[in-house]
């Protein structure tokens, strides 16, 4: 068993055995051993790499090998920091699913729920606690908890914690932990201020660094449609309808364009839910779980919302707009295409989001494939490069011949791989209806 041979005792070999993990992920081969022999670390890993379990697991297992000192009322021996909500929520999760043989107290202390619950649990006495950094400090304030007693600390998704404004929030909170203790850093990406984090907080870490910095795992096939703004929400309904209804991740940039998509959806009759800072928390678990059970067939939602969220088997990401800050586009493609299933990304870009295009293409080091879906062709005049000359009446009349001819019998997939076609399409093309029910695609080669 390949997980006992990273030292792992068999009360943990055999949850995980029970989640069905034959072999351990690299992340986890590199970390587990590392953790286990008490260093400190410093991991760039990506969400779907396994990063969970490769601190959860040993975690559990330092806990449960050391002397059993049950720790008084609100002081826990392992702390593990996360940047949202949802993310603590699996965290949580993970601790339960690893630990069911071990039995680890758990709480979790996140905002935007009530206070007492968590008090409840942490007079009780936790082993692990599993927190975002805010409400951590609420229950700090208030006495609740104390981190005197903290063996072992982990800071996940560390990058985005920076990103999210939580560097003062972490700085107070190590100031309260004791000096001698086990650190452990997951984070994305090693920029500067993670290193500088790690080189204030880390004692000698083992630094691993499973995946290329930015670079989307291969399994995730990556399509971009060039088209109007005003016409991807109809793309969208298309594509989502299409095929095989896949659940679908969307991202739109901002809560309110995430409740208006998800209403526009509603109306086409695709099940949908928006996910975002705005909705109470009890609204995000429902839209999360309704999503995880195949109630609804999409979400809706923001980057930051979406942070971290594990969704297994997560077939289809959208990008309904693409993000400002091109890194958030690898995170958000992230989500499809996990611990080695394949998944699609789909970018619905419009003119004035080329620019952003090109600078997500900079940090891949590649052109993405691009394709013009039939029905949805951007406007020429509108077009940021290079336009295309509308094609004659008998070029149209010869195109729409060959399209309906060469897509007999094939599976109506508007993302599939586009093969080439040269013909461009006039925008009224659009009004037509047969035309929207081909589904086919033209690739505008590099014209995105
Ligand atoms: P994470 O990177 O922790 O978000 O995990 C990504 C996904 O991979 C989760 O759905 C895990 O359940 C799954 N996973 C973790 N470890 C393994 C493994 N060794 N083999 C297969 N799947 C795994």
Redesign the pocket.
């Known amino acids: 068993m390949p997980f006992a041979s990273l030292g792992l005792v068999d009360d943990l070999a055999r949850a995980v055995a029970a ?1 069905g ?1 034959t ?3 690299p992340i ?1 081969s590199q970390a587990i051993p590392a953790i286990l022999a008490g260093r400190d670390l410093l991991a760039a890993a990506q ?7 490769a601190f959860t697991l040993p975690l559990l297992q330092r806990l449960q090998t050391r002397p059993e000192t049950r720790m008084p009322a609100g002081r826990p021996r392992a702390l593990v920091l996360a940047p949202t909500r949802e993310l603590a929520a699996q965290v949580a999760d993970s601790v339960r699913v690893y630990g069911r043989h071990v039995a680890p107290r758990t709480a979790l202390v996140v905002g935007g729920v009530s206070m007492k619950p968590q008090c409840d649990a942490l007079r009780r006495g936790v082993d692990i606690l599993v927190a975002t950094p805010g409400r951590l400090l609420d229950h700090l304030s208030q006495k609740t908890v104390s981190l005197a007693g903290v063996e072992i600390l982990v800071l996940d998704e560390a990058d985005r914690m920076l990103d999210l404004g939580f560097l003062p929030a972490i700085r107070r909170l190590l100031a309260l932990l004791p000096r001698r203790r086990q650190t452990l850093l997951f984070s994305a990406t090693f920029a500067d201020p993670i290193r500088q984090l790690a080189g204030d907080f880390l004692h000698e870490p083992a630094v691993i660094d499973v995946a290329p910095r930015n670079a989307p795992a291969d399994l995730v096939e990556q399509q971009v449609h060039p088209v109007e703004q005003t016409d991807k929400a109809a793309l969208l309904g298309r594509l989502l309808s299409a095929g095989e209804r896949d659940a679908t991740l969307v991202f739109t940039r901002t809560k309110h364009g995430a409740d208006r998509l998800s209403r526009q959806l509603e109306r086409e009759g695709i099940r949908t839910a928006a996910l975002h800072g705005n909705k109470s928390q009890s609204a995000r678990t429902r839209a999360l779980d309704d999503f995880k059970q195949g109630r609804i067939q999409v979400l809706v939602a923001t980057d930051i919302a979406a942070r971290g969220l ?1 969704i ?1 088997q997560l077939p289809r990401v959208v990008n309904y707009e693409l993000p400002h800050v091109p890194e958030d586009y690898v995170h958000r493609i992230g989500r499809t295409g ?3 299933r394949a998944g699609l990304a789909i970018s619905l870009v419009s003119a004035d989001e080329m620019p952003r295009l090109h600078a997500i293409q900079r940090l891949l080091g590649r052109k993405l494939p691009s394709s013009v879906v039939e029905g949805f062709e951007p406007n020429p005049a509108k077009r940021a490069r290079a336009p295309v000359a509308a094609p004659s009446a008998s070029a149209r009349h010869h195109h729409a011949h060959r399209a309906a001819g060469a897509s007999t019998g094939e599976r109506p997939a508007a993302h599939r791989p586009a093969r080439p076609e040269t013909t461009a399409h006039d925008a009224s093309r659009r009004r037509n209806k047969a035309h929207h029910q081909t589904r086919r695609v033209a690739t505008t080669g590099d014209r995105a």
């Open positions: 989640r993990y072999m351990p992920t986890q969400t779907g790499t396994g990063k969970t379990a594990d297994v996990r611990a080695g």
